[in-house]
């Protein structure tokens, strides 16, 4: 099977580990299991309880107070509504490997994480793309979408949160999107890794508690900062595609592993305690970037509403590839290339890490822009 190189993960594989200042990362500052059980407050005797479990391949549906968590993040879904999968990675593959078949029409959007347009085309889905725009603040256009769809849509493939731009779509906006949607009968995919990440007190919408058919994909790894735990999740009230994911991860997955879900339930025993640390970081670390933004005359961007991500526009004519590599080995800033996700003159910054990690990576970065000017690159006019 033929895939296109998945462009962030190769550039994070490349340069992740090297990084002095990793304003690339996409995480919210991630946890240690201490941390874990001190933000929770659960008994770390429960510990001791679990090393005196056999390991066998545990829940293979997923173990039950995992799945009861993951419900406490919709306001209608049962555990069985719920499959468990290894991240959301894991989950937006398996979503397509289990519905997906040669010739199928979808939509989806662009910029977004790659797996949700290159892996569908791999399975030679004809897959139509929807490009976001900074002039409608990268909000989907409704008259775009509807242009774009057609009896044949079996799919429409969203992003909310959006990464990389931190757009959010209201309640509205998702219910247009489904009333598109449901004229054709599609199911809406909406990966929603970062919801919940917002920067205002409000309730964030998913696609499976406003529609029968939506298909929501979500993980631990961003909002709850427990990447290494590799544990996400697809979630709808649609049986069939309950029944067609359970089948086919028989044939890849089986489980996901006792340790690891086990200790996803005590991350969502209450969402609520990881979720209040999160909000507090991405709110203040936004508020930084922000003023960096406004205070470096040859940056600008559309202010992220939520999520972790921002899309950082530059005036200096350099191609973002050679910017972003030359500022990680000049400075060891480390942000993601716009040709990542076929932009130019931009790139991406992850502003969740350390608020001291951020600001340290921000001033590397006008550093390095201060010495682009000096040697006489132009500003594109
Ligand atoms: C939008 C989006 N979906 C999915 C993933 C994969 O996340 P996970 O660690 O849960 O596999 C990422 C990671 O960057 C992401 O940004």
Same mark, same amino acid.
């Given at each position: 099977m033929k895939i296109r190189p998945f462009a962030v993960e190769e550039w994070m594989n490349e340069y992740e580990t090297g990084a002095k200042y990793n304003i690339a990362e996409t995480c919210v500052n991630s946890v240690s299991l201490d941390e874990l059980f001190a933000i929770t407050g659960a008994d770390r005797a429960g510990l001791d309880e679990f090393c005196t !479990? !056999?390991?066998?391949? +545990?829940?293979?549906? +997923?173990?039950p107070a995992f799945r009861e968590g993951i419900c406490r993040l919709y306001r209608t879904l049962k555990p069985e509504d719920v499959v468990t999968t290894h991240g959301a990675a894991g989950a937006n593959h398996h979503v397509f490997y289990s519905l997906i078949e040669p010739g199928d029409e979808i939509i989806s959007i662009m910029p977004t994480y790659q797996q949700l347009y290159s892996i569908p085309e791999s399975f030679r889905a004809d897959v139509r793309l929807v490009h976001l725009k900074p002039e409608n603040h990268y909000h989907i256009d409704a008259d775009e979408l509807r242009a774009a769809v057609t009896p044949r849509t079996k799919m429409i493939c969203i992003n909310n949160p959006n990464n990389p731009t931190g757009a959010l779509l209201t309640k509205e906006e998702l219910l247009t999107i489904i009333g598109i949607a449901k004229e054709v009968g599609a199911w809406v995919m909406c990966d929603e890794v970062y919801r919940h990440l917002t920067q205002k007190d409000e309730w964030c919408e998913s696609v499976a508690d406003l529609y029968d058919k939506g298909i929501s994909v979500s993980s631990m790894s961003k909002v709850f900062s427990l990447a290494g735990l590799r544990l996400g999740w697809i979630a709808t009230h649609d049986k069939e595609v309950i029944r067609a994911c359970l089948s086919h991860r028989d044939y890849n997955l089986v489980s996901c592993g006792m340790f690891d879900e086990w200790a996803a339930g005590i991350a969502l025993r209450d969402p609520e305690k990881l979720l209040a640390r999160n909000r507090a970081i991405v709110r203040e670390n936004l508020a930084v970037l922000d003023a960096w933004v406004a205070s470096q005359p040859h940056v600008s961007y559309v202010r992220p509403e939520a999520g972790t991500t921002a899309l950082v526009y530059y005036d200096l004519d350099l191609p973002s590839r050679a910017f972003c590599e030359e500022m990680y080995h000049a400075t060891g800033a480390f942000v993601t290339p716009g040709d990542c996700f076929e932009l130019e003159y931009c790139f991406r910054v992850g502003y969740a890490c350390s608020v001291q990690e951020l600001k340290a990576g921000l001033r590397a970065v006008d550093e390095y822009i201060t010495r682009k000017l000096a040697e006489g690159v132009p500003v594109r006019g």
């Open positions: !479990r !056999r390991m066998t391949y +545990g829940h293979i549906e +997923g173990a």
